[in-house]
């Protein structure tokens, strides 16, 4: 495998993620009761924005950037979403803490700053130079925080249902092999909620084409196991892009499919996702959607 995230940490699609991860965590953290994390595709969990990798692409100023250099225009929008503030005070408060403005964090790191003392976390990561570096960033956490070197779409069995019965499952594949990692997603989405029909499950995915994007997330939700006491499992989808969605760049846009989602989660999705939409799409030619599916 070839992936390294460092080349895109801090992009747009990496915002618009960690925009969402924090606030499902917030939304799951109403209930007093404890909740488990699971991060199939962990990553390294801090990124160094300075790095060769990183200065090559760049695509930490197409996101991050343009977000930190918004704050100051927060003033000026009457209903400035407090869940981008929340992002942003986390990212500040990591750079503040390794006194470094270069670095960037990854899912671990942002949801290590939000969980509680009652929620406990495993982060699953494959490359074994990206677990390491993310083993050693969490060496002084204590017990409740996991970091294995294995693969994160087998791991739901050993880690699901929980004692808790209660979990928030972020599946972040590198859609390397793209057609390989959908059936994965897919098939760990169903496996995830056969064994715990309430998880909050999301999962985030490339919008290369919109058809293709359309047609599979359509497949998935239908092939869902159904939930014991409804009719079928809930489920919104939170799309970003900043170029035509049907356009020749690579990834126009970056996608999350919630199921389970949390109460009232679309209603603030529909504030933040605009706005997000106005900071990060400088050339105007994307869009942003909410909706519930199917
Ligand atoms: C998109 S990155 C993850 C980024 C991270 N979730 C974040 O938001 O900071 C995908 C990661 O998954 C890892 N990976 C690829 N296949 C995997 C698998 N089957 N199980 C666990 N990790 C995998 C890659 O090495 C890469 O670090």
Known sequence: MKYRHVFHAGNFADVHKHVTLLALIRALSRKEKGFLLLDTHAGRGLYDLQSEGARKTAESHGGIALLEAATLEA????????????????????????????????????????????????????????????????????????????????????????????????????????????????????????????????????????????????????????????????????????????SRVGLNGSGLLILNPPWQLAEQMANWLPILRELLDTERTGGATVRSLP
């Open 75 to 246: 003033a000026r929008h009457d209903h400035w979403p407090p869940e981008i503030d929340d992002y942003l005070a986390i990212v500040k408060a990591i750079r503040r803490e390794r006194s470094s403005r270069r670095v960037y964090p990854g899912s671990p790191m942002i949801a290590l700053a939000a969980i509680r003392p009652q929620d406990r976390a495993v982060f699953i990561e494959t490359q074994a130079e990206e677990h390491a570096a993310l083993h050693r960033l969490l060496s002084r956490e204590s017990g409740r925080i996991a970091a294995e070197c294995a693969d994160g779409y087998q791991r739901i069995r050993h880690w699901l249902p929980n004692s808790e019965r209660r979990a928030l499952v972020l599946i972040d594949p590198p859609y390397e092999d793209t057609t390989a990692d959908f059936r994965a997603v897919e098939a760990t989405a169903c496996e995830t909620l056969r064994r715990l029909p309430n998880a909050v499950v999301a999962i985030w995915y490339p919008i290369k084409h919109e058809r293709d994007t359309e047609e599979w997330r359509n497949r998935l939700i239908s092939r869902l196991p159904k939930p014991p006491d409804e009719a079928r499992t809930p489920a919104i989808s939170s799309d970003l892009w900043i170029h035509p969605p049907d």
